[in-house]
């Protein structure tokens, strides 16, 4: 499960990285790029908080 | 536990806070990689490169100054900083308190809580610039010293009391969240430098088929070195050189990332500085700057510099999210840490209300736009101010025994304020204060002598001090 959540945590970085690539190269609209990093984003931490918060320590513990 | 967490809790002084790092607690080199990259790509940086642009800097200046300012950064924390770090392995405020006894740590707290709380202002002020985009009140100017509207005064009010109350609850999970957040964030930045460029591509009619284009596009419109906005500096190749350097010199410089690298098993592990300076304080900064001057370029009256509408501007919904963030992730450990800094003059206060009120103040000064719309000064007083402890600091591990006198002389002593280290601090403090103001001497370019006249101070004062009060060690 931890994989997969890293697979695609990885490729929502990619699809946020890559329509304003595309954007730079003349080859897509501005209003798709945008659509494109929101999905990416929410993407990005419904994954990532997956693996990358219980990597964070599981014990929320209060600082000291 | 987290890398980043350990890193913030050594910043804090919550872990082995009066005895050396044990072996079993040191850290790999990736772990600072991670902790400096996302450390220093903040919310500041979008207020950082516009005012770049702002200051009139050209292309040459700006790239060659950053690439040089950030080098010297790094090479700061590699043989300033880690070297000490990983062979005390002590905090900053335990190697402090031996040398200058616990009254003056106490001063240097509140110096270090002060600045902070200014810093997280100008942090509250970036993230409340989004909520403008949502809610059309009118946002401060370029100029502007005090809070201009109702809307802007209530938009601050409820970010940085949002920002305070989640600092004094639950510090760790925004620690947490910001090490979700910051790979995100970073490509985010980049993002707004590639929307940026095409803007300018298509807005100048540039062919662009070559790198050669590119800086040509950068040269003659994006970074054009003409004359400043109203009532900022004109930066040169200088200006960014030392402003790169010593953005963090509180860090290096200063020792303050003792605290950090004291975890670190080798001192060359300091490189990975490098992670923060070229994606945070390269990348980041002209990405950001990039969006300012296509404002710029669509209206050249339009010189307000508010990281919301840029962000927005350039990537929508998620350009203000990354405002927000940038923002807040960064505010939080400020807060959190300038209340520290003001827990330590009172002990026996509880943290949860220190640091509400140390958010308070953050939140109020945020409210004044004076301290972001001028954050590159601020940003030069902040390292200028805590520079001359790291000098003390750096003259007392390496010289001090040269010139037969002792190391850590409060805590052979027992005095709990050692004038030496205290008047090397004031002393440069003014020096450094009489050369801007009557010498025309610009801050940016007072740290670096300030740094020779602290060590300088330290070792003559020191002669004096000891002499009069030698410690029971030393006879």
New interface residues.
């Given amino acids: 499960m931890r994989t997969i959540l890293q697979i695609i945590s990885l490729l929502a ?1 990619i699809a ?2 890559l ?3 595309i ?2 190269a ?1 080859k897509m609209e ?2 798709m ?3 494109l ?2 999905v990416a ?1 929410i993407v ?2 419904v994954t ?2 997956g693996w ?2 219980k ?3 599981a014990e ?5 | 536990m987290n890398t980043e967490q350990q890193s913030q809790q050594a910043q804090t002084g919550s872990e082995f806070e009066r005895e050396p790092v044990p072996k079993n607690a040191l850290l790999g080199f990736k772990s600072f990689i991670g902790m400096y990259a996302g450390e220093h790509c903040a919310g500041t940086e979008l207020m950082i490169g516009p005012l770049f642009v702002a200051a009139g800097v050209s292309a040459f200046d700006l790239v060659a100054g950053l690439l040089i300012g950030n080098a010297l950064a790094v090479l700061s924390w590699m043989f300033l900083c880690a070297p000490i770090a990983t062979r005390r392995r002590l905090t900053l405020y335990y190697q402090l308190e031996k040398i200058c006894g616990r009254k003056l740590v106490t001063l240097y707290n509140l110096a270090n809580g002060v600045m902070f709380c200014f810093l997280a202002g100008a942090m509250v002020t970036v993230s409340a610039t989004a909520v403008g985009v949502w809610f059309n009140f009118k946002m401060p100017g370029l100029n502007d010293v005090y809070p201009n509207s109702i809307g802007w005064v209530v938009a601050v009010a409820v970010v940085g009391g949002l920002i305070a109350i989640v600092a004094a609850y639950g510090y760790q999970t925004v620690a947490k969240f910001a090490n979700v957040a910051a790979p995100w964030m970073v490509l985010v930045f980049l993002a707004f430098g590639f929307v940026g460029l095409r803007h300018f591509i298509d807005a100048t009619g540039t062919e662009v088929g070559s790198l050669g284009d590119l800086w040509g596009l950068a040269k003659a419109e994006i970074w054009e070195g003409g004359p400043p906005q109203e009532g900022q500096v004109k930066f040169t190749f200088w200006h960014v050189m030392f402003f790169a350097w010593f953005c963090n010199m509180a860090m290096h410089v200063g020792m303050s990332d003792l605290s950090v690298f004291r975890f670190a098993r080798k001192s060359w592990y300091a490189i990975a500085s490098s992670a923060g300076m070229y994606v945070g304080h390269f990348m980041a900064w002209i990405s950001a700057s990039i969006l300012y001057a296509y404002q710029l370029h669509l209206n050249p009256a339009d010189t307000d510099v508010l990281p919301g509408p840029l962000a927005y501007r350039a990537a929508g919904l998620v350009g203000l999210l990354c405002v927000i963030i940038a923002g807040w992730t960064t505010a939080n450990p400020t807060i959190y840490r300038a209340g520290l800094a003001f827990q330590a003059l009172t002990p026996n206060s509880s943290r949860f209300k220190v640091t509400l009120i140390t958010g308070a103040i953050a939140t109020i000064a945020g409210m004044f736009p004076a301290i972001a719309m001028k954050l590159l000064g601020f940003v030069a007083l902040y390292g200028l101010v805590l520079m001359p402890m790291g000098a003390v600091i750096f003259v007392d591990f390496w010289l001090i025994r040269k010139f037969g006198l002792q190391s850590s002389y409060a805590e052979l002593s027992g005095k709990t304020f050692n004038w030496a280290a205290g008047l090397a601090w004031f002393v440069t403090l003014a020096t450094a204060w009489v050369l801007v103001r009557f010498a025309g001497v610009q801050i940016f370019f007072v740290s670096l002598p300030g740094w020779f006249v602290a060590a300088l101070l330290y070792i003559v004062l020191s002669k004096i001090y000891q002499k009069k009060f030698r410690p029971v060690a030393a006879e």
């Fill in positions: 970085l946020l990285t329509p304003s690539v954007f730079l003349g501005l209003n790029v945008k659509w990093m929101l984003t990005w931490f990532a908080t990358m918060w990597d964070s320590g929320d513990q209060e600082a000291s």
